[in-house]
């Protein structure tokens, strides 16, 4: 190019022409339709960087060429000009006096041409850099758009938790091994046992002797935050029991909107005030869930809106909700809501807090043939002690017209609305403890009581004890050999067919007593 660029400024017949060029500014001299035919010009297509530069560079190949055939071609025609011109005598024509030439004209006309010439080269040199600068700002604006995208994955979380176990189980009834519970008797719906929780079926109680592998959950969560105001989560909720089957449901799908550390709403699926608060005091719901759940008098999450908040520093909690009642594996339409909320108060390691539920459980629906229960009535405390190597704690649950009978209804034929009419009332307590015996191994125990019927089978007492010792060989991974042992007794009743309380090891009781031990590799994972 500079080769060419001193044969324009060496050529003398360009002079007119280049004069032409020379009038037009250099800020003006993008390379625009008129420099490039038609067929040439860009096309607003998506191309990769490399690919952009390369369709450029190639651009300007072509350009420097046609600007250099349209200089050859003026010099062809200036040259063929200067020899058929006529030449002109000098002589003939020279006046007797002498006109003195302006050598200040002539002084002043050279320096002018080569200025010309100079800003038209300075020109055609600009049209790289003019097109470079219009490459870049194409990939940087492809590149902003990645990052923009990438942005969104930034705040996007995507994890995953599973709960599963490899054990050998022991069931005993009446002293006696029992075979698996027979299929359900009659219709109307135990609200004992939250509606949909499979896990809950009575139809899953526990064989005399078995060995198998649990997947007790598995969560699938994503979680975006669109700003400091504004977020989201979806969370599916999987379960595998073994002889029973699977089950998907979704456990969170809900928009958050927060004001401040003190008020955020929830609007959709989300957690319950009172079950996954005492989870996390607890620390160990991947062998157990808690005692109010336990014995089937709560559940973790529900369709409905939440608002939830910390004030003061967070030395008081408080977390309110409005739900179908029914939890989320059966969201009903029902005539009127469900309350459930908590306050806890936080100091130096110590939580103290209560939370009380109340509703209809999603089963005032008053079609034909549904009977509308009496509005369920829950009460909870706890107390806790969580720091360091230490975590110890208790709970206390009461719960009245959570049952829809005297009996299990799912388990015994009731005939008439005077069984179901009747009220029935639980209650509860848990105890718990953990130490961090070294970096990576804890050992942990705990001891639950529990007298579901206190009207309608006041014998009936359930005993429930678990001890472990946890290995976890990274933060996100806990693996635990474990022992359960569940004791029911039932002395001094009367009636003439057995009664059980559902749990997640399955419907354990009997006409007398029973007895479950399990033994096993319990295992949690999550990202």
Same mark, same amino acid.
């Given at each position: ?28 001299? @993008? ?27 190639? %651009? ?44 200040? %004209? ?33 990939? #940087? ?40 519970? @027979? ?34 959950? =598995? ?26 089957? +699977? ?31 005492? %989870? ?5 719901? !991947? ?12 559940? #973790? ?10 004030? !003061?520093?967070?030395?008081? +909690? ?78 206390? =649950? ?50 639950? !009581? ?35 042992? %569940? ?25 007398? #007593? ?14």
């Amino acid at each position: 190019m500079q080769h060419f660029f001193q044969s324009l400024r060496r050529s003398s017949g360009l002079i007119p022409v280049l004069g032409i060029f020379a009038s037009i500014p250099v800020t003006s001299f @993008p390379v625009k339709a008129a420099s490039v035919p038609p067929s040439r010009k860009l096309k607003s297509v998506h191309y990769s960087a490399a690919a952009e530069i390369a369709r450029q560079s190639e %651009e300007i190949r072509q350009l420097h060429a046609e600007l250099k055939a349209l200089a050859l071609r003026l010099d062809a025609q200036e040259n063929k000009k200067q020899q058929t011109a006529t030449p002109v005598v000098v002589q003939a024509d020279i006046p007797q006096k002498a006109v003195p030439l302006n050598t200040n %004209e002539l002084k002043n006309e050279q320096p002018t041409l080569s200025e010309q010439q100079l800003r038209l080269a300075a020109a055609i040199d600009s049209i790289p850099d003019q097109i470079n600068k219009q490459v870049d700002k194409s990939v #940087s604006q492809r590149i902003d758009k990645k990052l923009k995208f990438g942005d969104w994955f930034a705040n996007t979380h995507i994890g995953m938790r599973m709960y599963s176990n490899a054990s050998y189980v022991n069931y005993r009834q009446d002293g006696q091994a029992a075979a698996w519970m @027979p299929g359900r008797t009659s219709a109307p719906t135990s609200i004992n046992t939250p509606a949909g929780n499979i896990g809950y079926d009575t139809k899953n109680r526990p064989v005399g002797d078995s060995m198998g592998f649990d997947l007790k959950r =598995f969560y699938l969560m994503v979680d975006h935050k669109f700003n400091d105001n504004w977020a989201a989560r979806l969370t599916t909720d999987a379960s595998y029991i073994s002889g029973v089957g +699977e089950a998907i449901y979704i456990k969170h799908a809900y928009l958050e909107g927060k004001q401040s550390d003190a008020l955020s709403v929830r609007f959709g699926a989300a957690d319950l005030p009172w079950l996954p608060f005492v %989870e996390n005091l607890y620390g160990y719901r !991947w062998v157990e869930n808690t005692s109010s759940e336990r014995a089937n008098f709560a559940t #973790s999450a529900d369709w409905g809106i939440f608002a939830l908040g910390k004030l !003061w520093n967070g030395l008081v +909690e408080y977390n309110m909700a409005v739900v179908d009642g029914s939890g989320y594996r059966s969201p009903f339409r029902s005539k009127n809501p469900d309350f459930e909320g908590r306050i806890n108060v936080n100091y130096a390691g110590f939580t103290v807090g209560g939370g009380a539920h109340i509703g209809h459980q999603g089963q005032e629906r008053g079609q034909l043939g549904q009977y509308v229960y009496n509005a369920a009535q829950r009460y909870n405390a706890v107390i806790a002690y969580v720091h360091g190597r230490f975590r110890f704690g208790g709970e206390y =649950f009461y719960a009245k017209d959570f049952t829809a009978s005297s009996l299990d209804c799912n388990l015994n034929a009731c005939t008439t609305d005077s069984t179901l009419n009747k009220k029935d009332a639980g209650q509860g307590w848990s105890g718990w403890g953990s130490i961090r015996v070294l970096d990576r191994v804890s050992v942990f125990g705990r001891y639950d !009581w529990a007298q579901p019927f206190m009207k309608s089978d006041s014998h009936f007492r359930d005993h429930y004890f678990n001890a472990g010792v946890d290995w976890q060989p990274i933060k996100n991974i806990d693996v635990g050999l474990v022992y359960k042992q %569940e004791n029911v007794t039932n002395n001094g009743y009367t009636g003439t067919v057995p009664i059980y309380i559902n749990t997640t090891n399955g419907a354990i009781g009997g006409m007398r #007593s029973a007895s479950y031990r399990e033994v096993g590799l319990f295992t949690n994972f999550n990202f």
